[in-house]
């Protein structure tokens, strides 16, 4: 530290210390290689650039067969779309393939993927039917016994009546009809409900009359 004209006593900047080296994954930490320890440094060098030369040539490999099929690269994304459900022909598109090719070189794979992914939803319903702490437990046991468990786990089945109103006499919708046919219409009705208390009858149907109209 020195004097400032002002009397002040000048500070001296800390010295920086240095960034931390990084170390790669799984190298040794050796501060002073000599003997054994040198012998760990240089094993584990031999063995990385083994493993990063292995990887460079897996990615040769699958890059090179890319274009012939079956293709690793293309069995893996087939797969996995089937057990999606993707449509054959839409992944055919998204490959740049013909659906022709993908049936005969992937084929079993499609079918493969849906088939994993049908076993892993059937697993999980398994697991949630059969837990003791899960609230939709019940509920999806009877859902799998429903499916799995034969005619005696069936639920009754449902009767349906079915209604037929293509016999049922037409109605009249009066919003259709003006102001002076519904007076008209009102008359009508009221003289053939007077005939009707009476016990009289009017004249019968026509031939060309609609039977579905008038009763």
Avoid: C
Avoid at 25 to 45: I, K, T
Avoid at 116 to 130: E, F, L, P, Q
Avoid at 193 to 215: F, H, M, N, Y
Wanted: glycine content about 10%.
């Amino acid at each position: 530290m020195g004097g400032l004209p002002d009397g002040r006593t000048a500070m001296m900047p800390e010295p920086r210390r240095g960034r931390p080296k990084k170390v790669p994954p799984g190298m040794p930490v050796v501060e002073d290689a000599r003997g054994a320890e040198r012998e760990r440094l240089s094993v584990w060098m031999r063995e990385r650039i083994a493993e990063v030369d292995r990887e460079h040539r897996e990615r040769i490999e699958l890059l090179r067969t890319v274009g012939e099929h079956p293709s690793p690269l293309f069995q893996k994304v087939v797969m996995n779309m089937g057990g999606l459900g993707m449509p054959k022909g839409l992944l055919a598109k998204m490959l740049g393939i013909t659906v022709g090719t993908l049936e005969s070189n992937y084929g079993d794979d499609y079918a493969l993927g849906k088939a994993y992914m049908i076993k892993a939803v059937a697993s999980n319903a398994v697991r949630i039917g059969t837990s003791h702490t899960d609230p939709n437990a019940a509920r999806v046991a009877m859902q799998i016994l429903d499916r799995q468990g034969g005619e005696a786990w069936k639920p009754p089945a449902q009767k349906v009546i079915a209604t037929d109103d293509r016999e049922k006499s037409s109605v009249i919708d009066s919003s259709a009809l003006s102001f002076e046919d519904r007076q008209e219409l009102r008359k009508i009705v009221e003289r053939a409900l007077e005939r009707q208390a009476k016990g009289e009858s009017g004249d019968s149907v026509q031939p060309d009359e609609d039977a579905g109209l008038i009763e």
